[in-house]
């Protein structure tokens, strides 16, 4: 069976695309790379040509998720995956590739209907180092392990977790049974990894209006972290949840919102993924809620 190696690439449509520019960039450290094309630019988090494509679309929301497998033997194995699973899929062609930047692309829903995308073979460009929007003090962590994470919206829970563990290959589980403030059930988020990095995928926090509920990014760095907050606060960016230490990747982390309305979780020192489950009533420290109305109104 093959399987998903890494979350690779991340397509988000946005309306304001110059705030976008400036909080992928001079807030968030990353490399923003225009190529004149007029109704896109790219972010760069490494060597690969991108990780993020923002597209002047106007959605505030993700467009595509780029999931990567090993090689052209996988991608083959993926289509018959998905036609034993009765998903259907498209396969993208030479003008499709191109675009991606990508050698081969499959095109899919997840049970959600979020537009999912499987590929081979990313563009990745040695000769040119990333090079960050302002100074950092060390680098994206996204070597074998991909972009970071996604919170996605699921309808049905078992679907979801039926999807991403039998077609892709991920493993997890439930791994919180978290109090919702009013709310007379527990939420009980499941996290799924594919690779060394913790979850690469998570769903069931409740009702969502949008697609993704954040995107999580690692720095390599602690003092990335903490720079980061300090230009967080100083912009006015509105913080969700303030610093604290998850307990199941054990990664030091806080919230924000972006130019769209959703989140970005900005984190250091996550563990590995353990391979075993276990769950958890709350987080390790701190987590506190303060600006509401991002979809995150839990107490971690
Ligand atoms: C995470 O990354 C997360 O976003 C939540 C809600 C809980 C644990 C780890
Ligand atoms: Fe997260």
Redesign the pocket.
């Known amino acids: 069976m093959a399987q998903v190696t890494e979350f690779g690439y991340l397509g988000l449509g946005v309306s304001d695309v110059d705030a976008w520019k400036h909080f992928a960039g001079q807030v968030a450290g990353m490399e923003i790379l225009d190529e004149g094309e007029g109704d896109r630019f790219y972010v760069r988090m490494d060597y690969h040509h991108h990780r993020m494509v923002i597209h002047n679309s106007g959605e505030d929301d993700m467009i595509y998720m780029g999931w990567r497998v090993a090689g052209p033997n996988e991608l083959v194995e993926m289509e018959q995956q998905l036609s034993e699973a009765g998903v259907a899929y498209e396969v993208g062609d030479a003008e499709d590739c191109r675009e991606r930047r990508v050698l081969g692309l499959l095109r899919c829903k997840d049970p959600a209907g979020n537009p999912t995308e499987i590929y081979h073979g990313p563009e990745v460009w040695t000769h040119q180092p990333f090079h960050p929007g302002r100074a950092m003090h060390g680098k994206f962590l996204t070597a074998g392990e991909g972009i970071g994470?996604c919170?996605l919206r699921q309808d049905d829970i078992h679907a979801a977790y039926k999807f991403y563990n039998e077609v892709f290959g991920m493993r997890g589980s439930v791994e919180y049974k978290l109090k919702v403030p009013g709310a007379p059930v527990a939420v009980e988020p499941v996290f799924m990894h594919c690779n060394p990095r913790d979850?690469s995928i998570?769903f069931g926090v409740g009702p969502m209006e949008k697609r993704i509920n954040?995107l999580?990014i690692e720095v390599d760095s602690l003092d990335d972290v903490g720079l980061t907050h300090d230009i967080v606060r100083e912009n006015k960016v509105p913080v969700a949840i303030q610093l604290g230490k998850?307990a199941n990747d054990q990664m030091l982390?806080f919230?924000f919102g972006n130019p769209s309305g959703w989140l970005w979780?900005y984190g250091w020192g996550a563990r590995k993924s353990t391979y075993q489950s276990e769950y958890y009533p709350r987080d390790t420290f701190g987590h506190a809620m303060e600006e509401g109305g991002f979809g995150m109104d839990l107490e971690m």
């Open positions: 994470h919170i979850h998570a954040h999580m998850h982390s919230y979780e």
